[in-house]
Protein backbone atom coordinates (compact mmCIF):
# COMPACT_ATOMS: atom_id res chain seq x y z
CA UNK A 1 0.00 0.00 0.00
CA UNK A 2 1.69 2.96 -1.09
CA UNK A 3 1.58 6.12 1.16
CA UNK A 4 0.24 9.56 0.36
CA UNK A 5 1.97 12.49 1.05
CA UNK A 6 -1.17 14.67 0.80
CA UNK A 7 0.37 17.63 -1.97
CA UNK A 8 -2.79 17.21 -3.90
CA UNK A 9 -5.44 18.23 -1.56
CA UNK A 10 -4.97 21.63 -2.29
CA UNK A 11 -4.11 21.11 -5.71
CA UNK A 12 -7.88 22.84 -6.00
CA UNK A 13 -6.49 26.37 -5.14
CA UNK A 14 -4.28 26.29 -7.90
CA UNK A 15 -6.65 25.89 -10.66
CA UNK A 16 -8.91 28.52 -8.81
CA UNK A 17 -5.62 30.48 -8.80
CA UNK A 18 -5.14 30.23 -12.52
CA UNK A 19 -9.05 31.14 -13.29
CA UNK A 20 -8.62 34.45 -11.54
CA UNK A 21 -5.45 35.11 -12.94
CA UNK A 22 -7.02 34.81 -16.59
CA UNK A 23 -10.49 36.87 -15.23
CA UNK A 24 -7.68 39.44 -14.20
CA UNK A 25 -8.55 39.18 -10.79
CA UNK A 26 -5.84 38.35 -8.79
CA UNK A 27 -4.85 40.04 -5.52
CA UNK A 28 -1.94 40.99 -3.64
CA UNK A 29 -1.16 42.54 -0.54
CA UNK A 30 1.49 45.24 -1.13
CA UNK A 31 2.99 47.01 2.12
CA UNK A 32 2.79 50.47 2.48
CA UNK A 33 6.58 52.46 3.77
CA UNK A 34 6.48 54.76 6.08
CA UNK A 35 8.42 57.25 4.33
CA UNK A 36 6.20 57.76 1.48
CA UNK A 37 6.40 60.76 -0.73
CA UNK A 38 3.04 59.22 -2.80
CA UNK A 39 -0.09 61.00 -3.05
CA UNK A 40 -2.69 59.19 -1.20
CA UNK A 41 -6.04 59.14 -2.42
CA UNK A 42 -6.72 55.31 -1.81
CA UNK A 43 -6.95 55.22 1.96
CA UNK A 44 -9.94 55.99 3.89
CA UNK A 45 -8.52 58.65 6.00
CA UNK A 46 -11.16 61.28 4.85
CA UNK A 47 -10.24 63.86 7.68
CA UNK A 48 -6.19 63.51 7.34
CA UNK A 49 -6.42 62.40 11.10
CA UNK A 50 -4.57 59.42 10.87
CA UNK A 51 -1.08 60.90 11.39
CA UNK A 52 -2.26 63.89 13.53
CA UNK A 53 0.47 64.19 16.40
CA UNK A 54 -2.69 64.60 18.57
CA UNK A 55 -4.22 61.73 17.53
CA UNK A 56 -0.48 59.38 17.49
CA UNK A 57 0.47 61.06 20.51
CA UNK A 58 -3.12 59.78 22.29
CA UNK A 59 -2.33 56.27 21.05
CA UNK A 60 1.14 56.49 22.35
CA UNK A 61 0.04 57.88 25.96
CA UNK A 62 -2.48 55.07 26.36
CA UNK A 63 -0.12 52.18 25.16
CA UNK A 64 2.13 53.45 27.75
CA UNK A 65 -0.54 53.19 30.85
CA UNK A 66 -2.83 50.75 29.81
CA UNK A 67 -0.56 48.60 27.84
CA UNK A 68 0.32 47.09 23.82
CA UNK A 69 -3.13 45.12 23.50
CA UNK A 70 -6.80 45.25 25.92
CA UNK A 71 -5.43 41.73 27.46
CA UNK A 72 -8.81 40.01 26.88
CA UNK A 73 -12.48 40.61 25.97
CA UNK A 74 -14.51 43.57 26.74
CA UNK A 75 -15.93 41.72 29.89
CA UNK A 76 -13.42 39.98 31.54
CA UNK A 77 -10.36 42.46 31.08
CA UNK A 78 -10.51 43.99 28.06
CA UNK A 79 -12.39 47.19 28.62
CA UNK A 80 -10.52 50.53 29.70
CA UNK A 81 -11.75 53.81 31.34
CA UNK A 82 -10.95 55.17 27.59
CA UNK A 83 -13.56 52.23 26.04
CA UNK A 84 -16.63 53.65 28.33
CA UNK A 85 -15.29 57.14 27.47
CA UNK A 86 -14.99 56.84 23.55
CA UNK A 87 -18.40 54.98 23.94
CA UNK A 88 -20.07 57.97 25.43
CA UNK A 89 -18.57 60.39 23.66
CA UNK A 90 -19.70 58.96 20.56
CA UNK A 91 -23.03 58.58 21.11
CA UNK A 92 -23.22 61.95 22.08
CA UNK A 93 -21.48 63.82 19.05
CA UNK A 94 -23.79 61.23 16.80
CA UNK A 95 -26.63 62.08 18.78
CA UNK A 96 -27.69 58.51 19.80
CA UNK A 97 -28.92 57.14 23.32
CA UNK A 98 -25.63 54.40 23.51
CA UNK A 99 -22.57 52.99 21.94
CA UNK A 100 -20.66 50.30 22.21
CA UNK A 101 -17.43 49.47 20.76
CA UNK A 102 -15.83 46.69 18.89
CA UNK A 103 -12.54 45.38 17.78
CA UNK A 104 -13.54 46.29 13.87
CA UNK A 105 -16.34 47.74 12.08
CA UNK A 106 -16.79 44.07 10.39
CA UNK A 107 -17.14 42.68 14.13
CA UNK A 108 -19.69 45.65 14.87
CA UNK A 109 -21.79 44.60 11.52
CA UNK A 110 -21.68 41.15 12.33
CA UNK A 111 -22.82 41.70 15.74
CA UNK A 112 -25.87 43.57 15.14
CA UNK A 113 -27.13 41.33 12.41
CA UNK A 114 -26.41 37.96 14.07
CA UNK A 115 -27.91 39.68 17.78
CA UNK A 116 -30.95 41.73 16.60
CA UNK A 117 -32.21 38.82 14.06
CA UNK A 118 -32.06 35.17 13.91
CA UNK A 119 -33.85 31.91 12.75
CA UNK A 120 -37.36 33.00 11.76
CA UNK A 121 -36.94 36.46 10.95
CA UNK A 122 -37.11 38.20 8.05
CA UNK A 123 -34.18 40.83 6.82
CA UNK A 124 -34.44 42.64 3.86
CA UNK A 125 -31.34 43.91 2.55
CA UNK A 126 -30.05 46.21 -0.01
CA UNK A 127 -28.60 44.66 -3.23
CA UNK A 128 -25.21 46.72 -2.51
CA UNK A 129 -24.28 46.54 1.47
CA UNK A 130 -21.05 46.09 2.32
CA UNK A 131 -19.41 42.25 2.44
CA UNK A 132 -19.80 42.49 6.45
CA UNK A 133 -23.34 42.61 6.04
CA UNK A 134 -23.54 40.08 3.67
CA UNK A 135 -21.95 37.71 6.12
CA UNK A 136 -24.10 39.04 9.20
CA UNK A 137 -27.27 38.00 7.49
CA UNK A 138 -25.82 35.21 6.58
CA UNK A 139 -24.76 34.02 9.82
CA UNK A 140 -27.94 35.37 11.51
CA UNK A 141 -30.12 32.10 9.51
CA UNK A 142 -32.50 34.69 8.82
CA UNK A 143 -34.63 34.33 5.58
CA UNK A 144 -33.10 36.96 3.70
CA UNK A 145 -34.78 39.57 0.82
CA UNK A 146 -32.76 40.92 -1.27
CA UNK A 147 -34.28 44.28 -2.60
CA UNK A 148 -32.59 46.65 -5.67
CA UNK A 149 -30.26 49.30 -5.08
CA UNK A 150 -32.31 52.00 -3.23
CA UNK A 151 -35.46 50.57 -4.02
CA UNK A 152 -38.03 51.68 -1.69
CA UNK A 153 -41.02 49.96 -3.73
CA UNK A 154 -39.73 46.59 -3.30
CA UNK A 155 -38.80 47.03 0.18
CA UNK A 156 -41.97 48.13 1.21
CA UNK A 157 -43.03 44.90 -1.06
CA UNK A 158 -41.12 42.46 0.96
CA UNK A 159 -41.95 43.72 4.27
CA UNK A 160 -45.71 44.01 3.33
CA UNK A 161 -45.81 39.96 2.35
CA UNK A 162 -43.12 38.79 5.15
CA UNK A 163 -46.25 37.47 7.31
CA UNK A 164 -45.74 37.42 10.86
CA UNK A 165 -42.33 37.70 11.35
CA UNK A 166 -40.02 39.94 12.77
CA UNK A 167 -38.28 42.02 10.10
CA UNK A 168 -34.89 43.93 9.60
CA UNK A 169 -33.92 46.54 6.94
CA UNK A 170 -30.34 46.71 6.59
CA UNK A 171 -28.82 49.49 4.37
CA UNK A 172 -25.27 51.18 4.22
CA UNK A 173 -25.69 54.93 4.28
CA UNK A 174 -23.11 55.75 2.16
CA UNK A 175 -22.19 52.80 -0.44
CA UNK A 176 -18.58 52.42 -0.71
CA UNK A 177 -18.38 51.64 -4.42
CA UNK A 178 -20.37 54.51 -6.07
CA UNK A 179 -20.57 56.81 -2.62
CA UNK A 180 -24.45 57.27 -3.33
CA UNK A 181 -26.39 57.98 -0.17
CA UNK A 182 -29.26 55.71 0.28
CA UNK A 183 -32.89 57.03 1.04
CA UNK A 184 -32.84 57.02 4.75
CA UNK A 185 -35.64 58.92 5.57
CA UNK A 186 -38.12 57.02 3.22
CA UNK A 187 -36.68 53.67 4.61
CA UNK A 188 -37.56 54.69 8.09
CA UNK A 189 -40.93 55.29 7.18
CA UNK A 190 -41.43 52.07 5.51
CA UNK A 191 -40.15 50.44 8.37
CA UNK A 192 -42.05 51.83 11.16
CA UNK A 193 -45.54 52.01 8.61
CA UNK A 194 -44.75 48.04 8.63
CA UNK A 195 -43.22 47.49 12.31
CA UNK A 196 -39.85 46.64 11.14
CA UNK A 197 -36.21 47.85 12.69
CA UNK A 198 -33.94 49.85 10.34
CA UNK A 199 -30.13 48.59 10.51
CA UNK A 200 -27.90 51.27 8.96
CA UNK A 201 -23.93 51.15 8.00
CA UNK A 202 -22.99 54.75 8.55
CA UNK A 203 -18.96 54.08 8.05
CA UNK A 204 -18.42 56.22 5.22
CA UNK A 205 -21.31 58.89 6.26
CA UNK A 206 -19.45 59.66 9.78
CA UNK A 207 -17.08 62.36 9.87
CA UNK A 208 -18.28 63.35 6.27
CA UNK A 209 -22.09 63.67 6.01
CA UNK A 210 -24.41 66.63 8.32
CA UNK A 211 -23.83 68.50 10.57
CA UNK A 212 -20.20 68.24 11.82
CA UNK A 213 -19.89 65.37 10.10
CA UNK A 214 -22.44 63.14 12.29
CA UNK A 215 -23.18 60.82 10.45
CA UNK A 216 -26.05 60.12 7.87
CA UNK A 217 -28.62 59.02 10.21
CA UNK A 218 -28.27 62.18 11.84
CA UNK A 219 -28.33 64.06 8.76
CA UNK A 220 -31.52 62.21 8.40
CA UNK A 221 -32.91 63.09 11.64
CA UNK A 222 -33.11 59.59 12.59
CA UNK A 223 -30.29 59.19 15.42
CA UNK A 224 -32.68 58.89 18.49
CA UNK A 225 -35.28 56.53 16.39
CA UNK A 226 -35.94 53.46 18.95
CA UNK A 227 -36.50 51.62 15.99
CA UNK A 228 -33.20 52.76 14.21
CA UNK A 229 -29.43 50.71 15.01
CA UNK A 230 -26.81 52.19 13.19
CA UNK A 231 -22.98 50.77 12.90
CA UNK A 232 -19.70 52.98 12.58
CA UNK A 233 -16.33 52.25 12.05
CA UNK A 234 -13.16 54.11 13.80
CA UNK A 235 -10.94 53.67 10.67
CA UNK A 236 -11.78 56.04 7.87
CA UNK A 237 -12.87 59.42 9.10
CA UNK A 238 -10.91 59.08 12.84
CA UNK A 239 -8.21 57.41 11.33
CA UNK A 240 -7.73 54.64 14.40
CA UNK A 241 -9.48 51.01 14.35
CA UNK A 242 -12.32 49.63 15.99
CA UNK A 243 -15.72 49.79 15.01
CA UNK A 244 -19.00 50.30 17.24
CA UNK A 245 -22.57 50.03 17.49
CA UNK A 246 -25.34 52.91 18.26
CA UNK A 247 -28.66 52.62 19.35
CA UNK A 248 -30.91 52.69 21.98
CA UNK A 249 -30.35 51.39 25.64
CA UNK A 250 -31.92 48.18 25.63
CA UNK A 251 -30.97 47.52 22.22
CA UNK A 252 -27.09 48.04 23.08
CA UNK A 253 -27.44 46.12 26.44
CA UNK A 254 -29.02 43.23 24.33
CA UNK A 255 -25.64 43.25 22.35
CA UNK A 256 -23.64 42.95 25.54
CA UNK A 257 -25.47 39.56 26.48
CA UNK A 258 -25.67 37.90 23.40
CA UNK A 259 -23.52 39.44 20.42
CA UNK A 260 -20.73 36.59 20.00
CA UNK A 261 -18.37 39.07 17.94
CA UNK A 262 -18.12 41.15 21.17
CA UNK A 263 -18.48 38.52 24.43
CA UNK A 264 -15.65 36.21 22.39
CA UNK A 265 -13.39 38.66 20.68
CA UNK A 266 -10.17 40.71 22.52
CA UNK A 267 -11.55 44.19 23.15
CA UNK A 268 -10.40 46.86 20.96
CA UNK A 269 -6.53 47.92 22.13
CA UNK A 270 -6.11 50.87 24.37
CA UNK A 271 -4.07 52.84 21.94
CA UNK A 272 -7.11 52.76 19.10
CA UNK A 273 -9.41 53.56 21.20
CA UNK A 274 -7.53 56.74 22.49
CA UNK A 275 -6.76 57.45 18.83
CA UNK A 276 -9.84 57.51 18.41
CA UNK A 277 -11.09 59.61 21.17
CA UNK A 278 -8.64 61.62 20.50
CA UNK A 279 -9.76 62.13 16.71
CA UNK A 280 -13.46 62.57 17.87
CA UNK A 281 -12.41 65.47 20.17
CA UNK A 282 -10.75 66.70 16.70
CA UNK A 283 -13.97 66.93 14.80
CA UNK A 284 -15.92 68.05 17.44
CA UNK A 285 -13.64 71.32 17.68
CA UNK A 286 -12.96 71.32 13.91
CA UNK A 287 -16.10 71.29 12.20
CA UNK A 288 -14.38 72.57 8.92
CA UNK A 289 -13.00 69.24 7.84
CA UNK A 290 -15.84 67.11 6.98
CA UNK A 291 -16.83 70.36 4.92
CA UNK A 292 -13.47 70.23 3.10
CA UNK A 293 -13.51 66.79 2.46
CA UNK A 294 -16.89 67.08 0.88
CA UNK A 295 -15.60 69.80 -1.66
CA UNK A 296 -13.07 67.94 -1.81
CA UNK A 297 -14.55 64.77 -3.28
CA UNK A 298 -16.60 67.43 -5.22
CA UNK A 299 -13.81 69.26 -6.87
CA UNK A 300 -12.44 65.77 -8.18
CA UNK A 301 -15.71 64.75 -10.08
CA UNK A 302 -16.56 67.79 -11.77
CA UNK A 303 -13.03 67.97 -13.01
CA UNK A 304 -12.56 64.55 -14.28
CA UNK A 305 -16.56 64.58 -15.47
CA UNK A 306 -15.01 67.36 -17.55
CA UNK A 307 -11.84 64.92 -18.75
CA UNK A 308 -15.15 62.89 -19.95
CA UNK A 309 -14.61 60.44 -17.60
CA UNK A 310 -17.82 58.17 -16.29
CA UNK A 311 -17.70 59.32 -12.89
CA UNK A 312 -19.96 59.29 -9.79
CA UNK A 313 -21.49 62.05 -8.11
CA UNK A 314 -19.89 61.96 -4.64
CA UNK A 315 -22.52 62.51 -1.21
CA UNK A 316 -19.52 62.02 0.54
CA UNK A 317 -15.07 61.34 0.13
CA UNK A 318 -15.99 58.82 -2.24
CA UNK A 319 -15.70 58.96 -5.91
CA UNK A 320 -15.22 56.39 -8.20
CA UNK A 321 -14.62 56.21 -12.08
CA UNK A 322 -15.36 53.24 -13.56
CA UNK A 323 -13.11 51.88 -16.34
CA UNK A 324 -13.56 49.21 -19.45
CA UNK A 325 -12.75 45.92 -17.68
CA UNK A 326 -11.02 44.52 -14.75
CA UNK A 327 -7.79 44.12 -16.50
CA UNK A 328 -7.88 47.85 -17.68
CA UNK A 329 -8.98 48.89 -14.34
CA UNK A 330 -5.98 47.54 -12.56
CA UNK A 331 -3.18 48.86 -15.22
CA UNK A 332 -4.80 52.10 -14.86
CA UNK A 333 -3.94 51.98 -11.52
CA UNK A 334 -0.35 50.50 -11.48
CA UNK A 335 -0.01 53.38 -14.11
CA UNK A 336 -1.02 56.09 -11.73
CA UNK A 337 0.96 54.84 -9.07
CA UNK A 338 4.14 54.33 -10.91
CA UNK A 339 3.44 58.58 -11.34
CA UNK A 340 2.95 58.70 -7.23
CA UNK A 341 -0.48 58.90 -7.38
CA UNK A 342 -2.19 56.17 -5.25
CA UNK A 343 -5.46 55.09 -6.18
CA UNK A 344 -8.13 52.19 -5.36
CA UNK A 345 -8.97 49.54 -7.49
CA UNK A 346 -12.44 47.75 -7.34
CA UNK A 347 -13.08 44.77 -9.44
CA UNK A 348 -15.39 41.43 -9.27
CA UNK A 349 -16.35 40.16 -6.38
CA UNK A 350 -16.10 43.79 -4.64
CA UNK A 351 -17.94 45.47 -7.38
CA UNK A 352 -21.87 44.56 -7.06
CA UNK A 353 -22.99 45.48 -10.42
CA UNK A 354 -19.30 43.93 -12.14
CA UNK A 355 -18.76 46.88 -13.10
CA UNK A 356 -14.68 47.34 -12.52
CA UNK A 357 -13.90 51.20 -10.74
CA UNK A 358 -10.97 53.31 -9.96
CA UNK A 359 -12.20 54.72 -6.16
CA UNK A 360 -10.65 57.93 -5.44
CA UNK A 361 -11.13 59.28 -1.53
CA UNK A 362 -10.83 62.42 -1.09
CA UNK A 363 -9.03 64.07 1.94
CA UNK A 364 -9.78 67.00 3.90
CA UNK A 365 -5.93 67.68 3.93
CA UNK A 366 -5.12 67.73 -0.13
CA UNK A 367 -4.76 70.94 -1.02
CA UNK A 368 -5.71 72.67 -4.75
CA UNK A 369 -2.29 71.44 -6.25
CA UNK A 370 -2.59 67.85 -5.20
CA UNK A 371 -6.11 67.58 -6.47
CA UNK A 372 -4.80 69.09 -9.72
CA UNK A 373 -2.02 66.71 -9.89
CA UNK A 374 -4.11 64.08 -9.43
CA UNK A 375 -6.86 65.07 -12.34
CA UNK A 376 -3.28 65.27 -14.49
CA UNK A 377 -2.26 61.94 -13.50
CA UNK A 378 -5.63 60.02 -13.78
CA UNK A 379 -6.63 61.50 -17.10
CA UNK A 380 -2.79 60.97 -18.65
CA UNK A 381 -2.63 56.94 -17.43
CA UNK A 382 -6.65 56.35 -18.67
CA UNK A 383 -5.60 56.95 -21.77
CA UNK A 384 -2.07 55.36 -22.27
CA UNK A 385 -3.59 52.37 -20.33
CA UNK A 386 -6.77 51.70 -22.63
CA UNK A 387 -8.99 53.58 -20.33
CA UNK A 388 -10.49 55.57 -23.24
CA UNK A 389 -12.85 58.03 -21.65
CA UNK A 390 -16.17 59.36 -23.29
CA UNK A 391 -16.05 62.81 -25.05
CA UNK A 392 -16.78 65.64 -22.83
Not at 372 to 390: D, K, P
Request: aromatic share 4%; with cysteine.
Amino acid sequence: MSVRTGESVFDWIDTRAEARAKAGLARRVRPRPADSTDLDLASNDYLGLARDKRVTGAAAAATLRWGAGSTGSRLVTGSTELHTELEYELANFCGAQSALVFSSGYLANLAALTALSGPGTAIVADQHIHASLIDGTKLSKADVVVAGHCDVPQVTHALATRGKRRALVVTDSVFSVDGDLAPLAELSAVCREHDAALIVDDAHGLGVVGDGGRGAVHAAGLAKAPDVVTTVTLSKSLGAQGGAVLGSGRVIRHLVDTARTFIFDTGLAPASVAASLAALRILREEPERPARALDVAQDLAFRLKEKGFLVSTPTAAVVSIQAPSPEAAFAWAEACRTQGVVVGCFRPPSVPDRISRLRLTARADLSDGEIERAVRVITETGASAGAVSRRP
